[in-house]
């Protein structure tokens, strides 16, 4: 079995940091793409970042330059460190991981964090 754990949302003023973790666990052969994304209320899931086994990423357009994807292969665990925060990135926010188990490949989501910014 696989299980993605997530840790690191709170509540913070505009301007502030976080930095989510996301980590892996199980019968994991390989992790292809690990990624962030998030939902605000009334509003659909949405791509934050993503980034691939190449090192190769990609952001929406609303964080560039703000957040910034990270990766620890031995840990099985992504990062998201959050800068500059604005209180439109409020939203629950999720990782997702391609990742191959057994003799199947697919995305796995974590629980969710909430990330709350106050103006």
């Known amino acids: 079995q696989v299980q993605l754990v997530e840790s690191g949302g709170g509540l913070v003023q505009a301007g502030g940091s976080l930095r989510l973790s996301c980590a892996a666990s199980?019968?994991?052969?390989?992790?292809?793409?690990m990624g962030w994304y998030r939902q605000a209320p009334g509003k659909q899931r949405e791509l934050v970042a993503q980034?691939?086994?190449?090192?190769?990423?990609n952001y929406a357009d609303a964080v560039k330059g703000r957040f910034t994807i990270s990766r620890d292969n031995a840990k099985n665990t992504v990062y998201l460190q959050m800068n500059s925060l604005k209180p439109e990135d409020t939203a629950v926010y999720y990782c997702?991981?391609?990742?191959?188990?057994?003799?199947?490949?697919?995305?796995?989501w974590g629980q969710g964090t909430q990330v709350t910014v106050s103006s």
């Open positions: 199980g019968s994991i052969i390989s992790i292809n793409v």
């Open positions: 997702n991981i391609d990742l191959r188990s057994g003799g199947i490949t697919r995305a796995y």
């Open positions: 980034l691939t086994n190449y090192g190769t990423t």
